[in-house]
């Protein structure tokens, strides 16, 4: 694999994680409105946005393309940084936890939360 290669795939990488981590965030702030102000019978509407978070972000860490990328990058990781190769594990880490997880789980689980 090139250089090339090797830093496409890496530059995407960090595109799709950072949208699934703001994806996370919007999460997050629907859940403290949630608790702090979230105006009455806005519930079933609050669990709505979160379900189609979570099924957003499940579609980005399932996508095949992702888990092609972290193995092209993973190949020539010697190129990378030193913060870019920590970068790399943390990916490769959070891809192994969150693409295990099945979609209705994943549901639930922004249901529940």
């Known amino acids: 694999m090139s250089a090339d290669k090797t830093t496409q795939a890496y ?3 960090k595109k799709t994680f950072g949208e699934m981590d703001a994806l996370g965030q919007a999460s997050s702030i629907l859940s403290k409105d949630a608790e702090v102000h979230m105006p009455s019978g806005a519930e079933d509407a609050r669990v709505s946005q979160r379900i189609a978070i979570a099924n957003a ?4 860490i399932s996508d095949p393309k992702l888990a092609d990328q972290l193995n092209e990058a993973e190949a020539n990781v010697a190129l990378l940084s030193q913060d870019d190769k920590r970068n790399l594990q943390l990916m490769r880490q959070w891809w192994i936890h969150e693409a295990s997880l099945p979609a209705d789980l994943a549901e639930e689980k922004a249901r529940l939360d």
């Open 57 to 60: 972000t499940q579609r980005l």
């Open 11 to 13: 530059e995407s990488l």
